[in-house]
């Protein structure tokens, strides 16, 4: 059987699968805690920006949620979690089952907030948690997932919210005998970084200030053969060489460290009415990719990079308009700058997305410039059964006049299994910029393609793909995720495993294994640079993550 029909068979029966799951109630989860104070902190928080009302809810082993609801549809609760995600919680994701009845009547605060005795732990079932359509590869979803509130905040003003996060994150490569850089540093090789985030948010008047600045220190091997970061796994953006504003500075600069600060984040927002207005650096994400993103056309993440809490942010302009029915308009402009640092719109990108139902469909529809060319987009996200499937495409102008298309299909689901929780997706992609077969010299490739490789808007040389996902709860605190993503033209396969430790609301560590399975020449084996010989990016990559918020 040939490996694209293969493959279509496996998408057709988990989807099959997958439409006659168990009914269920839906919630929207807005973070859990094991620390009541930190949870009744995240539900004022939560009320108080999103208008909506929250319960807490205790889960095995203490851990409490923060949850609205219940929906009596996914598509319902998946509107209200991606429009709580606009409002900041970005960690907000989808709870099926039932959470019990004891505080039903209009699922008001006062219910919380009245003294009540603790909830019996053997009288609420068990949750089952869907990782959102943001879940990325081991972007693994704990019970302490956003964790933005915490039991000690400094508050030097009333309404200030100020955070730091501190993440350590180390990496160790097994090159191949065909790697270039093993032929340069032999291996292993070994890179490290510390990233110290500082994170405001402060009204001024109806306006809301938002600022991040990071201090980053680096150092290894890839930063002695200036490779600079191993995108696979870390997209720590080290310059502004073509973003609107400079604001990236030098610290220190050595033969195998170095360290530098900039502003990730400095946006004013404006929310008046059905009205929002953002103007200044943030973050927008387009699109439902699990893995690939191909509607996501503004610093999407890697498909293997590990740490997502943050997109990097562009300097745009953003208006928002709520409509009556529901929908919503954005209109976006980013700015940037050419190779000779002029800010020039020939590289920025200008765009209008309708976001609107039909019945139990959600959709979403965009045009727009991007880099002198056109871009057509739609999107469209529905239930089967208790599964939420999605599919983008996205139609890009070529500079001969003509169109190439790219696109996602994919579908995911939550389920019971030996009493814990777990998450499965499966996911199509195929890139439309892509080839068939490598040249022996990256040089050959399309200019196109590699246009959109520096720019770091796709990742993939080829063009069509398979992504299947599976997470386990084995605990409430330990969370292990694991993904395969297939080359379905030279075979060659990518396996991640990661293992996530929450040991308190303040920290979590994170471990894993990037395992490529291809030979020479293969994308996921060693992308060739003179031939099979001489490959670069077959190396087999261990990682450590460690997170603390202050």
């Not at 022996?440 to 200019?447: A, I």
Request: a negative charge; aromatic letters at 10%; hydrophobic letters at 40%.
């Amino acid at each position: 059987m040939r490996p694209e029909v293969r493959w279509l068979v496996i998408v057709c029966v988990t989807l099959n699968v997958l439409a006659h799951a168990e009914e269920s109630q839906f919630w929207v989860s807005v973070g859990s805690f094991s620390v009541e104070a930190n949870a009744r902190e995240r539900l004022e928080h939560a009320t108080e920006v999103t208008g909506g009302y929250f319960e807490l809810r205790s889960g095995d082993t203490g851990v409490l949620r923060v949850v609205s609801g219940p929906y009596l549809s996914r598509e319902e609760a998946a509107s209200v979690r991606d429009r709580y995600r606009d409002r900041g919680f970005e960690d907000s994701w989808i709870i099926s089952g039932n959470v019990g009845a004891d505080c039903r009547s209009g699922f008001s605060r006062d219910c919380i907030e009245t003294e009540q005795p603790p909830i019996a732990e053997d009288s609420v079932p068990e949750l089952v948690e869907e990782a959102p359509p943001g879940y990325q590869l081991n972007r693994i979803r704990t019970p302490n997932a956003g964790q933005e509130e915490r039991s000690t905040s400094w508050d030097w003003l009333e309404g200030t919210d100020f955070d730091v996060r501190i993440k350590g994150f180390a990496t160790v490569s097994m090159l191949p005998d065909h790697d270039l850089q093993r032929s340069l540093q032999g291996t292993p090789v070994t890179d490290s970084s510390v990233d110290v985030r500082m994170m405001l948010m402060q009204p001024i008047g109806p306006v809301q200030l938002i600022a991040h600045h990071s201090t980053v220190l680096v150092n290894g091997d890839r930063l002695e053969l200036n490779l600079g970061p191993d995108a696979a796994l870390d997209q720590t953006v080290s310059d502004d060489t073509f973003r609107r504003w400079r604001w990236t500075w030098d610290i220190e600069d050595g033969s195998r460290h170095a360290s530098f600060h900039r502003l990730d984040r400095l946006a004013l927002e404006w929310q008046v009415g059905s009205w929002g207005f953002t103007v200044g650096r943030q973050a927008v994400s387009w699109g439902g990719g699990i893995v690939f993103q191909p509607m996501d056309l503004f610093s999407p993440f890697s498909p293997t990079v590990v740490d997502r809490d943050y997109k990097a942010g562009d300097d745009l302009i953003l208006i928002d308009r709520l409509l009556g029915n529901g929908h919503d308009l954005q209109l976006l402009h980013v700015a940037r700058r050419d190779e000779f640092s002029d800010v020039d719109q020939d590289v920025a990108s200008s765009a209008l997305k309708w976001h609107g139902y039909l019945g139990p469909v959600e959709f979403e529809v965009l045009a727009g410039e991007h880099y002198g060319s056109n871009v057509f987009g739609g999107a469209v996200r529905f239930p089967v059964g208790q599964a939420l499937v999605r599919a983008d495409v996205i139609a890009s102008e070529t500079e001969q006049g003509g169109y190439v298309y790219s696109g996602v299909l994919n579908a995911d689901i939550s389920f019971m299994l030996w009493d814990r929780n777990a998450y499965t997706f499966v996911e199509y992609f195929h890139n439309g910029w892509g080839v068939t077969d490598l040249p022996d010299n990256p040089l050959f490739l399309p200019t196109e393609l590699t246009d959109r490789l520096s720019r770091g808007e796709v990742f993939n040389l080829m063009k069509n793909y398979v992504a299947l996902g599976f997470t386990y709860e084995w605990h409430p605190l330990i969370n292990q995720s694991t993904t395969v993503i297939s080359n379905l033209h030279d075979q060659s396969n990518l396996l991640q495993i990661g293992l996530s430790y929450t040991p308190s609301d303040n920290q979590s560590v994170q471990v894993g294994w990037l395992e490529p399975l291809g030979s020479a020449g293969d994308e996921y084996g060693g992308v060739p640079l003179l031939g099979k010989a001489v490959t670069t990016g077959g190396a087999s990559r261990a990682y450590f993550r460690w997170v603390y918020y202050l």
